[in-house]
C-alpha cells in the first residue's frame, strides 16, 4: 500500500498544478488535492499511510491557524507544511506553533516545493523553516539556536566558505579548538558534515 499526500487549496489553477508536479516526482505517492479544509480532514481518515499535508492558509470555511491546528490533531503523525500567499511574520509564527513544520511562500518555484517535499519526507526538513523566494529562507526560531557569541563567530566564517584553518587564524584560536566548536555547530543545527551545514546555513539566514 502507497504513502499518501494531501493537498488542500481552493485555488483550481495552483492545487492541480502542483498535485502534477508532485505525482511526477513522487511516483509511488498516492496524491490527493481537495479545496477544504473540511473536505481535507474526511479524507484524512481515509487515506492509507498519509505521511504529509500542504495546507493553503486562506481557505473558505475552516482556516488559518485553526484549520492548521485541525489537521495537526486529526493526524498527529503526518507532517504539516503551510503554503500560502502571506509574507507576514505573524502567520508564520502562528502556522509554526500551531504545528506546522515549515511555511512555504507561493511565490517560490515549484521545485523549490518538490526540494522542500523531499527533505521534509526523508527526515532533513529543519524545523520551524520559511521558505520565501527573495530573501534567504530562514528558521523562525533561528535566535534560539544554543550557540556561543564565539561559536555564532565561527558560523558565519564557515558560511563564507572559510577552512578551519583559515577560521582559526581570523579569530585567534588553535586548529583543533576551531573543530570542537564545528562539531558543536553542526551538533546545533542536526547536519552531519559541511556539505549539509553550508546548506542549514542558508536556510537559517546566515548566508
Not at 52 to 62: A, K, S
Not at 75 to 89: H, L, Y
Not at 148 to 160: D, G
Request: a positive charge; aromatic letters at 4%; charged letters at 20%.
Amino acid at each position: 500500500m502507497s504513502n499518501s499526500l494531501l493537498i488542500i487549496d481552493d485555488h483550481p489553477l495552483y492545487r492541480d498544478a502542483l498535485a502534477s508536479v508532485l505525482q511526477d516526482v513522487l511516483v509511488n505517492f498516492k496524491i490527493v488535492a481537495v479545496t477544504s479544509a473540511e473536505e481535507g480532514l474526511r479524507m484524512a481518515k481515509r487515506l492509507p499511510k498519509l505521511c504529509l499535508i500542504l495546507l493553503d492558509l486562506t481557505l473558505p470555511g475552516l482556516s488559518g491557524v485553526e484549520a492548521v491546528t485541525a489537521f495537526c490533531r486529526s493526524v498527529p503523525g503526518a507532517i504539516m507544511i503551510v503554503i500560502s500567499a502571506s509574507e507576514d511574520r505573524r502567520d508564520v509564527t502562528a502556522s509554526i506553533r500551531a504545528g506546522a513544520s515549515a511555511f512555504i511562500s507561493k511565490t517560490v518555484t515549484r521545485a523549490m516545493i518538490v526540494e522542500v517535499i523531499q527533505r521534509a519526507l526523508s527526515g532533513q526538513l529543519l524545523k520551524s523553516e520559511w521558505i520565501r523566494a527573495l530573501q534567504s529562507n530562514v528558521c523562525v526560531d533561528e535566535h534560539k539556536l544554543p550557540l556561543s557569541p564565539r561559536q555564532l563567530e565561527i558560523l558565519k566564517l564557515l558560511a563564507q566558505g572559510r577552512s578551519n584553518r583559515q577560521i582559526a587564524e581570523q579569530v585567534g584560536l588553535a586548529e583543533i579548538t576551531v573543530k570542537q566548536h564545528i562539531t558543536v555547530i553542526f551538533r546545533a543545527l542536526g547536519v552531519e558534515n559541511r556539505w549539509q551545514a553550508l546548506l542549514a546555513i542558508r536556510r537559517f539566514g546566515f548566508a
